[in-house]
């Protein structure tokens, strides 16, 4: 029996194992390829990726109040006949007098200025029924606002100034025009469909008592 030769036998080891290095590093390269275009999907959004999770998103304070529609093709109401209360519902100290300056400087008739026993995060705007157009050319003043319904006997407006609020909209880009009917913001309720809020009425103080008998 021949013996095997040993260089043969060398050389067969090496090619064997040149050729198992051959495929190792083929199948690297190609998982490379794999993970390198479904990196390059995922960053361009072709895919989206598996680890990707929703972000939650905490619902805004504004959106618990009740929104009021205006009434249908309402139009704006000229500044000067908008009579508003401007309340300080946030810890921000002289907030509601800035603000009353500022729509007062705008032409609005701000008859009273005062600080609200509860905070708010965000501007609340409430009035009765006969206010509402009032009220949203007051909010059309404002980043964001909810302008909610109340049974207030007079359509006078109040305007509540959360801690949330920064700044007014621009005079010259605040979206009103004279002829343009108001748009109703989306979500809001057909002011039939609410229930307003009940606005106590003030307790006379002594001199404005009726006499007795």
């Given at each position: 029996?021949?013996?095997?030769?040993?260089?043969r036998?060398?050389?067969?080891?090496r090619?064997?194992?040149?050729?198992?290095?051959?495929?190792?590093?083929?199948v690297?390269?190609?998982?490379?390829?794999?993970?390198?275009?479904?990196?390059?999907?995922?960053?361009?959004?072709?895919?989206?990726?598996?680890?990707?999770?929703?972000?939650?998103?905490a619902?805004?304070?504004?959106?618990?109040?009740?929104?009021?529609?205006?009434?249908?093709d309402?139009?704006?109401?000229?500044?000067?006949?908008?009579?508003?209360?401007?309340?300080?519902?946030?810890?921000?100290?002289?907030?509601?007098?800035?603000?009353?300056?500022?729509?007062?400087?705008r032409?609005?008739d701000?008859?009273?200025?005062?600080?609200?026993?509860q905070?708010?995060d965000?501007?609340?705007?409430?009035?009765?029924?006969?206010?509402?157009?009032?009220?949203?050319?007051?909010?059309?003043?404002?980043?964001?606002?909810?302008?909610?319904?109340?049974d207030?006997?007079?359509p006078?407006?109040?305007?509540?100034?959360?801690?949330?609020f920064?700044e007014?909209?621009?005079?010259?880009?605040?979206?009103?025009?004279?002829?343009?009917?108001?748009?109703?913001?989306?979500g809001?309720?057909?002011?039939?469909?609410?229930?307003?809020?009940?606005?106590?009425?003030?307790?006379?103080?002594a001199?404005?008592?009726?006499?007795?008998g």
């Amino acid at each position: 029996m021949t013996s095997p030769d040993p260089q043969r036998a060398r050389a067969l080891r090496r090619r064997h194992e040149h050729e198992r290095q051959a495929v190792v590093f083929g199948v690297i390269i190609a998982l490379l390829a794999v993970v390198g275009v479904g990196a390059l999907a995922v960053y361009t959004g072709a895919i989206k990726s598996p680890f990707e999770r929703e972000f939650y998103t905490a619902p805004s304070a504004i959106d618990s109040a009740v929104v009021v529609c205006p009434p249908e093709d309402a139009l704006p109401v000229p500044y000067p006949d908008v009579k508003v209360e401007v309340v300080n519902a946030s810890d921000r100290l002289g907030l509601a007098g800035i603000v009353g300056d500022v729509l007062a400087d705008r032409g609005f008739d701000v008859v009273d200025v005062s600080n609200a026993s509860q905070s708010l995060d965000y501007v609340e705007i409430s009035t009765n029924v006969e206010g509402l157009a009032a009220a949203y050319t007051l909010a059309a003043q404002f980043e964001e606002s909810a302008v909610v319904l109340d049974d207030r006997a007079e359509p006078t407006v109040s305007v509540a100034i959360g801690g949330d609020f920064e700044e007014f909209v621009p005079e010259d880009v605040v979206p009103l025009e004279a002829k343009t009917p108001l748009v109703a913001p989306a979500g809001c309720h057909p002011a039939d469909a609410i229930t307003p809020r009940h606005v106590p009425t003030p307790t006379p103080t002594a001199s404005e008592a009726p006499a007795a008998g």
